[in-house]
């Protein structure tokens, strides 16, 4: 399986994207589907996480701003990202974890100007 996401790019404080994670496989065969963060030199991060029942939890500093949602339909998972602050720059990961492995895709990166 395959994670490919799209969507980043450069936005200014206040405003808004819409990450996509797009999985070669059906979605339904993870367990959890998760966003991760990592900005430079700094580890990499939860940020939202979505589970195959729909249950979501997202990480204090985005909640609120942050939603995760899944298209079972396009085997599709996303992040709209609202009220972006410079703190939210970062490279995003997509993770689909299964019982016994993590997949990652590449990452896509959001840059905020203040």
């Known amino acids: 399986v395959q994670l490919v996401e799209s969507g980043g790019g450069l936005v200014q404080a206040g405003g808004s994207l819409r990450l996509s994670c797009a999985a070669s496989?059906?979605?339904?065969?993870?367990?959890?589907m998760d966003w991760y963060r990592q900005a430079p030199g700094k580890q990499r991060d939860l940020v939202a996480g979505?589970?195959?029942?729909?249950?979501?939890r997202y990480a204090d500093s985005v909640k609120g701003r942050f939603t995760i949602s899944r298209d079972n339909a396009k085997n599709t998972v996303y992040l709209q990202m609202n009220s972006l602050k410079p703190e939210d720059t970062a490279v995003y990961y997509c993770?689909?974890?299964?019982?016994?492995?993590?997949?990652w895709g590449q990452g896509t990166r959001v840059t905020v100007s203040s």
């Open positions: 993770s689909g974890t299964t019982w016994n492995h993590i997949y």
């Open positions: 979505i589970t195959s029942g729909g249950n979501t």
């Open positions: 496989g059906s979605i339904l065969s993870f367990e959890n």
